[in-house]
């Protein structure tokens, strides 16, 4: 589980008439692990990457899901590619984030940030081992 919200179910009980009074739920802390949840965005229905090489040191690198297709001839020219991919995915992050009511704006921006940061080092992570693995 990448994110989570605990919540307590609260009841009144009054031990003469033994009625019960709903209080409502009352919200606990929020707990959201960005380096699962980056993982689970980068999955394979979300994110596929493939290399296959062209030419003597020149690779074509393709994204399916995104559509992006580049020739390459380094791991810096995949980074490249892929990390036009980061914008889409902090705009949906950060849209699912403004939804929920219990982070104020400070940490609405900080997870954005923590966010972004985990998604390009994952990237770069998924990069070199493309690279690493090509042929």
């Known amino acids: ?19 019960v009074i709903d209080l409502g739920e009352q919200s606990g802390p929020c707990s ?7 993982e689970k965005h980068l999955d394979y229905e979300s994110f596929s990457l493939s290399i296959e090489p062209i030419d003597d040191g020149c690779y074509l690198i393709q994204e399916y899901v995104y559509n992006l297709k580049r020739e390459i001839t380094s791991v ?3 980074c490249d590619c892929i990390f036009e991919i980061i914008p ?3 705009d949906y992050f950060r849209m699912l984030i403004d939804l929920q009511d219990y982070f104020d704006q400070i940490e609405k921006d ?7 940061l985990q998604l390009r080092n ?14």
């Open 1 to 19: 589980m990448n994110a989570y919200q605990t919540y307590w179910m609260r009841y009144s009980v009054n031990e003469l008439t033994y009625e």
């Open 32 to 38: 959201v692990d960005i380096a699962e949840l980056v």
């Open 76 to 78: 810096d020219g995949i």
């Open 88 to 90: 889409g995915f902090v």
């Open 110 to 116: 900080n997870l954005i940030s923590d966010y972004q």
């Open 122 to 135: 994952q990237l770069i992570e998924k990069a070199n081992r493309l690279w690493e693995d090509r042929e």
